[in-house]
Every structure is written in C-alpha cells, then in structure tokens.
C-alpha cells in the first residue's frame, strides 16, 4: 500500500522560513510510474488549493500566490517545499500529493495526512 507522509509544519513569524517534506513509500501495483508531485493548502471554509507541482520531467509550476516565494523541489519518493518571506495569509493545511500512472494508462492520486503551517506574529 502507497503511504504518503508530509512533516515540517509549524508556528512562524511573518517573513520567516519553512521547509516542508513529503514522503511517499510501499506501493501496490507491479508497474507505476511517478507522473508529477505537487504541494496543496486548504484553509477552513475554501477548496483545496493548488500550490506549486514538480512533473517527472523536472518541469515546475507554481500558483501566482506564491511565484517567487516558494520553491518546490524532489525526486519520484521525496518532495519538498521551500517557503521563503512567509505571510499570514500563506497560513493553511499544507498536503502534498502523488500522481501515480499505473500500466501506463491509469492515474490514481496518493494523498497525506496534512501538515499545519501558521504564519503570525
């Protein structure tokens, strides 16, 4: 069974750092591939939101939000998300999510647990 664990979540100032990880282990199909990675927030009340995503090919995007503040980065097992100049309104449950294309035809979407960022003074 695929097991997908985020960590490095806390309480920050406004302007501070944060490094967010994902892990992502067992996995139960004979033949899958990691087709992309991506970094998700949700506050109370909204949808999920779409943070920043790193393909297979190395390629990133990054919502307009957090262009120039954050960085993703990884491999096809570990993710990670850099958060520069951090700001109130960044605060959320951070997720992270793996897109698994199973025998080449089916995607299926792997999901942590979240992990609570808080961004105040």
């Known amino acids: 069974q695929v097991r997908v664990v985020e960590s490095g979540g806390g309480l920050v100032q406004p302007g501070s750092s944060l490094r967010l990880s994902c892990t992502r282990s067992?996995?139960?199909?004979?033949?899958?591939?990691?087709?992309?990675m991506a970094w998700y927030r949700q506050t109370p009340g909204k949808k999920r939101e779409l943070v920043a995503l790193?393909?297979?090919?190395?390629a990133t995007d990054y919502s307009d939000f957090v262009k120039g503040r954050f960085t993703i980065s990884g491999n096809n097992n570990k993710i990670y998300l850099q958060m520069d100049s951090l700001e109130p309104d960044d605060t959320a449950v951070y997720y992270c999510?793996?897109?698994?294309?199973?025998?080449?035809?089916?995607?299926?979407?792997?999901w942590g647990q979240g992990t609570q960022v808080t961004v105040s003074s």
């Open positions: 067992g996995g139960m199909f004979s033949t899958f591939t990691v087709s992309s």
């Open positions: 790193l393909s297979n090919s190395g």
């Open positions: 999510k793996f897109d698994l294309l199973v025998s080449g035809h089916t995607h299926v979407d792997y």
